[in-house]
């Protein structure tokens, strides 16, 4: 009998006969992992734990605390949810049911919508599917066997997808009456599926476009234990009690107003405040370190896009419109004007590197169905800054970004991040814009600058866009969510295309060595993310409004007029709350506005030239002179203090 070799992560070896079960081989190495598995790697490639060996490989056993696993178990969820639909509402056509990032969903088509009771019977159905432990099969068949069967049950969007998508060969899962379209791999069983639950119902579009009808969407969200599930529900009722689509409009930070169209952002005074002290902070970071600062109009002919390269790559996201018969483009990125600035005379290589930056709105087309508050809208400010230089000075400029983006994230607070180095697929080198030794030289640098300055990171081979390798860097807020942060990225595009150069010491016109790098990304999201980050509770030298004189009665208001003059003299937003209401319910509100510092003046306080001073995270901290308490704040707010 023939055998095969398989190979473990820990070096261990041993033979089996060709065809053995990966159950039974995890079962040969350890019982308890083979107990355990949901899947295994084969080469690097998840399979499901009952087929068979064919070949030697190198086997790795996916088990519930694998990071593999999480995705499994949901995926496998998806078709549980659709077996429940289906065995409760036979007429309803399904779509499709990825795992996502947060849980999984499933699109269906059906004529009556979905009401939270009809959520409660498909969990219901799917806690029973779930009890009788079903095997979960992988079916392969030719392409037209799998139509013919989808066809046969009327489920059109099915027939689609296996038209578009499948190969000669087309994969289905089965448990019981119930065939599913997927690559899978899955659990085994039915009784293998975890702790799950059902949470929203939402419209979608079939594969995403409004060309297309519409379909009702089911989300859940599901994990291998109950302990996993209940912080994760748990962490998304604090999610919700952070959402800056409600705490924004709420604080008066911002809104989005149908009259003049979805994914339009209007600060209010108090955000644009916010927004104020985020680019006065941008600014001076970046002038300290070598920036210059320009401005770039909104508008260009698309003559300049279609020089970029945009206009072909993303005319369906630009906003185009004509000018005495010329073609012009709302501008959706800044380079390109940043490059004409560069351009605009000759430059020689003693004057780099030069670093151009600027907070620069931008335009662009999003589908309304993607549009989320602040996070992905259809007008934004870019922190964009362009660093043009020699290949003998990109090292110590990589190294300079990252020591400004270490800088930005501190102040912050965002203690938590993961960092990424994007690099292209070795295999195929012709997929990327410019030549080897220039991708050696890009790829060498990003990762000597991580390494000298201490920072881990994860290299994702081939994830790099064509145009060159990048730094990405994830934040994680108070409450463990990531957030898209800074990046940098290389590009060896443009300066091609739009013949970017420099005179080199020997009088040769030289291509420059491109940088696009962003620290906030946008305005818009990072307000959105600071919201969330901070539950709405700004830091004393974010917030809007830092401190509010409360006087108790009409005796103590113009006293209290006169600490408020005080502390605004000092450069502090100080606001006076002088109503003929009780002291509690001015507390009450300025807790409910998150105002970092109360300061309470009665007739002792007016006598003694002091404040009652009340933290918002702090609570009462007695009385405090003025001064005092002056110097406190202006302290506090010139060392941008994160806490109270």
Known sequence: ???????????????????????????AFDEQVAKRAVAALVDGVEKDIYLPLERGARVEFITPESPRALEIYRHTTSHLLANAVKDLFPEVKIGIGPATEEGFF??????????????????????????????IRRIEQPKQEALAYFRSIGDNLKVELVDEKGGAIV??????NFTDFCTGPHLPSTGRIGAFRLLSIAGAYWKGSEKNQQLQRIYGTAFPT???LVEHLRLLEEAKKRDHRKLGPALDLFSVEETAGPGLIFWHPHGTIVRQILEDFWKDEHRRRGYQLVSTPHIARDELWRMSGHLDYYKDNMFTFEIEDAGYVIKPMNCPGHSLIYKSRLRSYRELPIRLAELGTVYRYERSGVLHGMM???????????????????LDEIKGVLDLVLTFLKTFGYEHYEVDLSVR???????????????RMAEGALTQALESRGLSYTRRQGEAVFYGPKIDVRMFDAIGRPWQGPTVQFDFNLP?????????????????????????????????????????????????V???????????????????????????????????EKIGAKIREAQIKKIPFMLVAGDREAQASTVAVRSRKEGDLGAMDLEAIRDRLVRMNADRVIGP
Request: aromatic share 8%; net charge negative.
């Open 376 to 394: 992905r809208v259809r007008g934004f400010t870019q922190d964009d800054a362009h660093i043009y230089c020699t290949r003998e000075q990109i």
């Open 546 to 580: 830092q401190a509010v004189v409360m006087p108790i009665t009409d005796r103590t208001r113009e006293y209290g007029r006169k600490v408020q003059a005080g502390l605004r003299d000092a450069g502090l937003r100080c606001e006076i709350d002088d109503r003929n």
């Open 1 to 27: 009998m023939e055998t095969v070799e398989v190979v473990l992560p820990d070096g261990a070896v041993r033979s089996f006969p060709r065809g053995t079960p990966l159950s039974e081989v995890a079962a």
């Open 226 to 228: 109950e302990e996993q």
């Open 496 to 544: 091609q295309r739009l013949g970017i150069q420099y005179v080199a010491s020997d009088g040769s016109q030289t291509p420059v060595v491109m940088v696009h790098r962003a620290i906030y990304g946008s305005l818009e999201r990072f307000m959105g993310g600071l919201v969330e980050h901070y539950a709405g509770a700004f830091p004393l030298w974010l917030a809007p």
């Open 171 to 176: 994969s289905c899962y089965r448990q019981n």
């Open 106 to 135: 499933y699109d269906f088509e059906r004529k009556e919508p979905f009401t939270p009771a009809d959520l409660e019977r498909i969990e219901a159905r799917m806690r029973e599917i779930k009890s009788k432990d079903l095997p």
């Open 425 to 439: 697929d070795p295999v195929h080198p012709e997929k990327y814009a410019g030549d080897d030794d220039g991708w």
